[in-house]
């Protein structure tokens, strides 16, 4: 009797070994290229001293939000790997690739920008985001699963970015005693400041009570171990140099803690730095010193292998108010650490600093080791991070203009037009 042959009938979808592996291949690709390309951009910023910030809420290190950010990346890619296994010629794709184009900049663009700046950015790429899980949802449920976790952090940011920004950045008359918090970006990454030599006589920085018919007011935030703030005091120095004589300028330097926990003696730049990237710093030095060169100094920060605690310095400085050569004395500080490469928690160090600038030796060390004196200090640091002030050096124009960062030359000269176009 005849046998006949099992009928065998394929299931449509039923994937084959093949294209089982094809999948997956597929799968490996979309997931990596996110975070190649964001390694791609990461290697060229690092040339230019740029080092990305990442989110980290609740006093988490910063590692933990590099994690984050990079597990967020690889499932933008996985969700895009979605959508072409769903529908291969969905427009939805082209959505999915903007923004994982914006995910990738957003740690590099965010360093410079105050509370205000970083939550309009995020506001916008939730936007982006929100657009895009509505057209991926409407092809692949798993993609739009995988987008879930992504959207509730962009959504997340500005809110913690909102509650800190005070109504005007000034400085606040009452201060309490907590701990900053400070910025990821806490050693090279928000570009910085420090004031020539030889600005023209006729130019006073300091008016205490002058009567002249137009007076502009500027805070300064910064801090001496910051070398971009050595930049940024450079450029609006030179900037404010150039204001016609009818314009009197008062600039009031004030206390910014990168990290208030440095002991006396000092940490290894080099060994804080390849601990807290895992790469050799001198990148990241000569890209500060490119930026410097810029403004007319010649820094070399592979030559100050170390970061004091600056609580002393910050206390100088602020007690130099009343000599009116307060701004001078904050320069004259940041050039002693970074330019002569000296130790700046030295009592005799900041001593002498402080004689070439009217103080009595005796009244300057007193004044150094006063706890009291001290401890007001870091409440205006303490302040100032409340305030939300993420990083330094940061710049107040007439109590009404925050500009963040050590901008370009221009970009001063506007901030000055702009607000004695108002006086």
Known sequence: MATTAPLVIARPGTPTSASNRHAVLAWFICTGLPLGLFGLVNLGTERLGILPLFFAPFGLPGWIGAIVHLAQLALLGSAYWAVTQSAARSPARFWLVALILGYVALPFVTPPLDSLQLSLVCSALFLLALATISRVGSVSNLAAWLMAPMLAIIGLVPSWALPSLPPMHRPSRSCRATTPRLPADSYLQVPSCHAPPGLPSGRRFFVSECMMAKLLKIDVFTDVVCPWCLVGSARLDQALASLPDDIEVEIENHPFYL??????????????????????????????GSEAQKAGITLDLSRQPRMFNTAKAHTLTRLSKANGNQHDLANAIAEAYFLQHQQINDDNVLADIAVEHGWDRGDAMDAINDETELDITAQLATSAAQQGIRGVPFFVFGEKYALSGAQPDEVFAQALDKTISEL
């Open 259 to 288: 990290d208030p926990t440095v002991p006396p003696e000092g940490v290894d730049v080099g060994a804080m730095l390849r601990e807290k990237y895992g790469r050799d710093p001198a990148a990241l030095w000569r890209g500060g």
